[in-house]
């Protein structure tokens, strides 16, 4: 079956780095997708990747490798704003989106 | 204003009842999609739509029905809501190319329960 595994939660302290990690098995990979949602709103786009490597967007990075099945969302310079969820979700083969069930991250002060 | 809109953002209904929730895209994309998020499930699909009259279903659409006659709206009926619907819906909006590698513009939500 098709599978996407993400821990559950997360806590980090403000100004600090966080790793949320995201492993997949798919039929398939047509790219690796990061949202985040805050409490009660929308999922917002973060990233996609298709490649392997680590792209980088200010504080975000995420970074891929397609023969692990596995991916991770890096968070520099941690901030309370960033207590959210982090959703990450798989294209297969079929350019179907499997979704995780999210990590919720914590920031503490 | 641009952008995905929802309505209603909160409903409460009893079993049995026709729910429609609704959905306007001002941005014409190709895609528009029906989520529903449940507490340790990821975001479920439930329709999806590639254009104006074709509509496909996705993981859970039992219960559910959808139409898309005109490219910017895409509701979501439930013909006899059941207690296992309640839920957060989320509409989703996708500039097309290949389904699913361009990011997903969602709504605000829906929240319905169902008593």
């Known amino acids: 079956g098709q599978n996407i595994d993400q821990p559950t939660e997360m806590t980090a302290t403000e100004g600090a780095i966080v790793q949320i990690n995201c492993t997949y098995q798919?039929?398939?990979?047509?790219?690796l997708f990061w949202y985040q949602q805050h409490a009660g709103e929308a999922p917002t786009f973060l990233s996609y990747?298709?490649l392997d490597g680590l792209e980088e967007k200010g504080r975000f990075s995420s970074f891929l490798s397609r023969s692990k099945g596995y991916s991770y969302l890096l968070l520099k310079e941690l901030q309370m704003k960033d207590s959210a969820s982090y959703l990450c979700?798989?294209?297969?083969?079929?350019?179907?989106?499997?979704w995780g069930a999210g990590t919720k991250l914590i920031i503490k002060p | 204003d641009a952008g995905i809109t929802q309505s209603p953002r909160y409903k409460i209904t009893e079993t049995g009842r026709q729910v429609t929730l609704m959905c306007h895209q001002t941005?014409?994309?190709?895609?528009m999609f029906w989520y529903r998020q449940d507490l340790g499930h990821g975001l479920r699909l439930i329709y999806y739509?590639?254009?104006?009259?074709?509509?496909d279903k996705g993981e859970v659409p039992d219960g559910y029905v959808v139409s898309r006659s005109k490219t910017e709206n895409f509701p979501l009926t439930l013909e006899s809501a059941t207690r296992s619907q309640t839920s957060v819906y989320f509409c989703?909006?996708?500039?097309?190319?290949?389904?699913?590698?361009?990011?997903?513009?969602f709504g605000e939500g829906s929240r319905l329960t169902v008593l």
């Open positions: 979700a798989g294209v297969d083969s079929n350019y179907q989106l499997i």
């Open positions: 990747n298709v």
């Open positions: 989703a909006s996708s500039e097309g190319g290949a389904a699913n590698t361009g990011e997903l513009f």
């Open positions: 941005w014409s994309h190709s895609y």
């Open positions: 739509s590639a254009a104006a009259d074709i509509t």
């Open positions: 798919t039929s398939g990979f047509n790219g």
